[in-house]
């Protein structure tokens, strides 16, 4: 458990921060590697006029291409996760800021790449797979990239936008520095009554203290200092969006939208599918946020009291180690193989554990494809932090599947598929810890942190994405986000989904501003469907055992060789259809129906 006083980066034990050194262990091999990025995407205009000279050279243009980018990315992910540890260090700030333009000399130096490979006739083009097995390992690449020739632009073009890269990403490291460098949020009194200095880390801990006075007052500081800053965020916000739309003109999309959508070839119906039939079960929503009203005991249910536990435990902190264990036990219907990579994982140095001054606030999964999975963490020692470790290790998990499985071009995953392998964990420890709750309290309180994570994840990424197709919307026909337009418009959606005996405090209108997703558009949606698609994966795999298991692994093992929604189908959904958002939204119900009966007087 972290100390009340933020702790410095050196204060840490070195047990319960990340391996990261195993990736550049002098740094003096970081500059070489850096160097050498430099020297390879120059050397690669050899290349320039020459992809439709033979299937072989297409293919060493291919490789040379990967193996830039793959030592580009573990310079990069370095220099980040250096700075994320502590965002005030000048060193890992210059050293993450010195990418920048690498990457944009880099992007520029390869930009001929995809508009000359559309300039080989198709057929052509497909021949020389046929030709020439190595390539093979590239046709999906390449029949993608075939898929996308309209919205590419000639060489001269592209060239152009490669080297604007770096300041078309202005707005969100300018959003970054400002949320997690440079805003503070006071102090307040936390439940002891003594004086605690608020935090990205420790906020939503206040907003789960059952004393309403503490919830109230990290609230009010946390949306006061959002508020201060408001008119600098919202122009800031305007134009990250201004070039959402700008951007997908250019490539001749029809919207923003289409355009974030295009990449993994999601139709439409998707998105439009995942608003709808949430829509749907609002009303179920409503239901439960009434009977959090009535177990609160509370005249008006302020937007400070929707996340403290209904159900108040004897406080109990879990160490990190102890986390990991419940963490294995849930998991283990994943089998053996998953469970001894995992241990392994956590033995060999992926997560780094707790927060410190100037550390990136949230959790992630991180690393280069040739490093290890890397996770970070803020562990506070609550039973939520085991959910958390759970969740990110299962992106990494993802991460070390497919690593071993892809070649480096489809060693990634689309946000699409992460989120699967994420929630598949969540929901897996969900099941678990309730089917062993050692009392009816705490099965109580265990359904209702389930009914939750539906909230918070289904219900409020969904609601996101809805102010997300706004505010673009708005731009598409010619509006200007001003603060004004974004609190209210944020405020009707919050209104809308919350309900009627939901008070939506003022406070609430500047929650957008505190979103660092809003800043890759058309982003977040893809936790809902994921949420979804984990649900009936989750499902299958605890009824029907080692068939479904063994079919959702190999689901890891695709990384992005193929479009999502294909890759899904491995595993036994179809996220083309409105079903799985539509047994989502059973589920809840059925949670809600069951937290009901077990709080019935």
């Known amino acids: 458990m972290a100390d009340k006083k933020t702790k410095k980066r050196n204060e840490i034990d070195k047990k319960y921060k990340w391996n990261i050194e195993e990736m550049y262990p002098d740094e003096k091999d970081w500059d070489k590697d850096y160097s050498k990025v ?32 793959m030592k580009l990315e573990r310079v990069y992910v370095y220099a980040r996760m250096r700075r994320d540890e502590d965002n005030a260090c000048e060193k890992y700030q210059a050293m993450c800021d010195k990418c920048n333009p690498l990457i944009a000399k880099t992007q520029a130096a390869l930009a001929f790449f995809t508009p000359q490979l559309l300039e080989i006739p198709e057929e052509k083009l497909l021949g020389f797979l046929d030709e020439y ?16 020739r309209k919205h590419v632009l000639s060489p001269s073009e592209e060239a152009l936008l490669a080297q604007l890269g770096e300041v078309l990403g202005a707005t969100n490291d300018i959003f970054t520095m400002l949320n997690n460098a440079d805003m503070k949020f006071g102090e307040i009194t936390d439940e002891d009554g003594e004086k605690v200095t608020l935090t990205h880390g420790n906020y939503i801990n206040f907003m789960e203290s059952h004393k309403r006075s503490v919830r109230k007052e990290a609230f009010e500081h946390m949306y006061g200092s959002y508020k201060a800053l408001i008119n600098t965020i919202a122009t800031t916000y305007n134009y990250n969006t201004r070039l959402d739309a700008v951007s997908a003109g250019i490539r001749k999309y029809e919207s923003a939208r289409a355009a974030a959508l295009y990449g993994d070839n999601i139709p439409a119906s998707v998105y439009d599918n995942l608003v709808a039939e949430v829509n749907k079960a609002l009303p179920v929503l409503h239901r439960y946020l009434k009977k959090r009203k009535e177990l609160l005991g509370v005249s008006e249910l302020h937007m400070y009291d929707v996340y403290v536990p209904l159900i108040e435990l004897p406080k109990q902190e879990v160490s990190f180690e102890e986390a990991v264990e419940i963490m294995k036990k ?16 956590v033995s060999d140095g992926w997560i780094d554990v707790y927060e410190n001054e100037g550390k990136t606030s949230g959790a992630y999964s991180f690393g280069s494809y040739d490093s290890m999975p890397y996770v970070l963490l803020n562990f506070t020692g609550q039973l939520k932090d085991v959910f958390t470790i759970v969740h990110e290790m299962g992106h990494s998990m993802h991460s070390d599947y497919t690593r071993e499985a892809q070649p480096y071009i489809y060693g990634s995953h689309s946000i699409f598929t992460a989120e699967v392998a994420s929630t598949v964990n969540e929901s897996l420890l969900m099941k678990y810890l309730i089917a062993n709750a050692d009392s009816d309290e705490m099965k109580k ?10 909230r918070t994840t289904l219900f409020r990424q969904t609601m996101f994405a809805e102010f997300e197709d706004l505010t673009h919307k708005a731009i598409e026909s010619g509006e200007v986000l001003t603060a004004a337009w974004l609190n209210k418009t944020y405020l009707d959606l919050n209104k809308k989904y919350f309900g009627d005996d939901v008070v939506s405090d003022d406070e609430i209108a500047y929650e957008w501003s505190r979103i660092p997703h809003f800043y890759n558009a058309f982003y977040v949606y893809k936790y809902a469907t994921g949420y979804s698609a984990a649900t009936a994966i989750s499902k299958k795999i605890l009824e029907e055992g080692e068939p479904a298991r063994n079919a959702y692994i190999e689901f890891l093992k695709t990384g992005e060789s193929d479009y999502p929604i294909e890759l899904l189908k491995i595993a036994g959904v179809d996220m083309g259809s409105p079903e799985p958002v539509k047994l989502a939204m059973k589920t809840f119900e059925e949670l809600v129906d069951e937290f009901d009966a077990l709080t019935r007087g």
């Open 38 to 69: 430099l020297e390879m995407a120059e050397s690669y205009s050899a290349f320039s006029g020459r992809l439709g000279e033979s299937a072989q050279t297409l293919y060493k243009a291919f490789s040379e291409k990967d193996a830039i980018w």
């Open 133 to 148: 097995e190595p390539l093979s390992v590239y046709r999906f690449a390449i029949t993608d990239t075939l898929r996308g």
């Open 330 to 345: 849930g998991l283990a219907p994943m089998g053996s193989d998953y469970l001894a990579r995992l241990s392994k994982g």
């Open 445 to 454: 309180y265990l359904v209702n942190m389930y009914i939750e994570e539906f």
